[in-house]
């Protein structure tokens, strides 16, 4: 059951249509479910009667290595495409938790993502393509094989993070990478905040690329700094080697990630908070208890533990230059917060897309 209610789970595309059309034809309330990893953003869907899932969707429609793109179904799972890329030395470079559970129509939808965002950016940075099936049952496209398209919505980006709340997705068509031939940690332990934004500076002034860069609490006011280099082990040499002279960094194997892949699907509570990227010792303050990651490159991080309602309302009141969403809870908590400006705006799009209001009603920014 999800939302208290039994997901309906279509051998196609075009079923999918078909219960979209009957559900608009009747005005049924509905949502959407891929691997069900990231049902906790947003709040519940208010009195769903139809929940569609995209389990069956799972086919790889289109793969062209030399072109360095793959047109796939939402209810792909992350790690059957990358094993499928895998074979001709390219990935999706996404690393959200759970690959084996994530969809590829999930990741979209809740704007999933873990360290490599570093380097190649969120999903709207890697989506090029998208077809949705809208409330009323009609199939709308957005974008295409190439980088460059020009009409009407950015439908590919419009669509990330959007919760559900503006149509089913249907396929999506990324550009992807070549897998790196070698890849090197290193780790500095037990720095100060102001020490972790030095190091970070650094890195930019010397014109080095890191794949990732993690800051990861160990005690009140203190931090392990982890970077990732990947590329050709000739410049990844060089990369490391101007790396080394920076924050005691020191080499180190995959215990860091596979630990904050742990965290990025932790509980019972689990928030994202997005800050300035100098901003870390105040998100440390903001949010003192429970496990904190901060991707310093990019002023974004996730804190997992048993954090309250007053805690996390605290939290938004000290970082009100940024935000707190909550991502898992055992029951609801307000994820969003004071909603924003924009939200008119927000309002505008949604109207436009789902005139009726049925789909995934209320589980967006404001209620939308």
């Not at 470079?93 to 570093?118: C, V, Y």
């Not at 809208?134 to 439908?155: C, S």
């Not at 901003?279 to 533990?305: E, I, N, R, T």
Request: contains cysteine.
């Amino acid at each position: 059951m999800i939302w208290g209610v039994v997901p309906q789970e279509p051998q196609s595309i075009e079923e999918a249509q078909e219960l979209l059309r009957a559900a608009y034809r009747d005005k049924q309330r509905l949502a959407f479910v891929g691997g069900g990893t990231r049902l906790g953003i947003g709040a519940p869907p208010k009195s769903v009667q139809l929940v569609i899932g995209t389990s069956k969707l799972s086919r790889i429609l289109e793969y062209a290595p030399s072109d360095q793109v793959v047109v796939a179904e939402s209810g792909v799972k992350l790690s059957q495409l990358q094993a499928e890329l895998a074979k001709n030395g390219q990935r999706l470079a996404l690393d959200p938790a759970l690959p084996e559970k994530q969809t590829l129509g999930g990741i979209i939808a809740s704007n999933a993502f873990g360290p490599l965002r570093a380097r190649y950016g969120a999903v709207r940075d890697l989506i090029i393509g998208v077809s949705i099936v809208r409330a009323d049952g009609v199939r709308a496209k957005g974008g295409g094989k190439v980088v460059k398209t020009v009409a009407g919505f950015d439908m590919p980006k419009l669509i990330c993070g959007s919760l559900g709340t503006l149509g089913f997705i249907a396929t999506a068509i990324f550009r992807v990478h070549p897998l790196p031939e070698a890849t090197q940690t290193l780790v500095s332990h037990g720095l100060s905040a102001a020490e972790v934004n030095a190091a970070a500076a650094a890195m930019r002034a010397q014109q080095l690329e890191p794949s990732a860069l993690l800051a990861s609490r160990t005690a009140p006011g203190r931090f392990d700094l982890a970077v990732r280099f990947e590329g050709f082990a000739r410049g990844l040499a060089q990369q490391v080697k101007k790396a080394s002279a920076i924050g005691r960094l020191s080499p180190a194997g995959n215990e860091v990630w596979d630990a904050h892949q742990q965290l990025l699907a932790e509980g019972p509570v689990r928030v994202k908070v997005a800050a300035l990227p100098t901003a870390l010792a105040k998100v440390d303050a903001a949010l003192p208890q429970g496990k904190l990651d901060f991707y310093p490159s990019l002023g974004l991080g996730f804190c997992a533990g048993d954090l309250t309602a007053q805690l996390i309302a605290s939290a938004r009141a000290a970082l009100a230059f940024g935000s707190v969403v909550v991502e898992e809870a055992p029951s609801p908590l307000d994820s969003f917060g004071t909603a924003p400006a924009a939200l008119d705006l927000h309002r505008a799009v949604k109207n436009r897309f789902d005139p009726q209001g049925l789909l995934a009603p209320g589980r967006f920014i404001g209620g939308i």
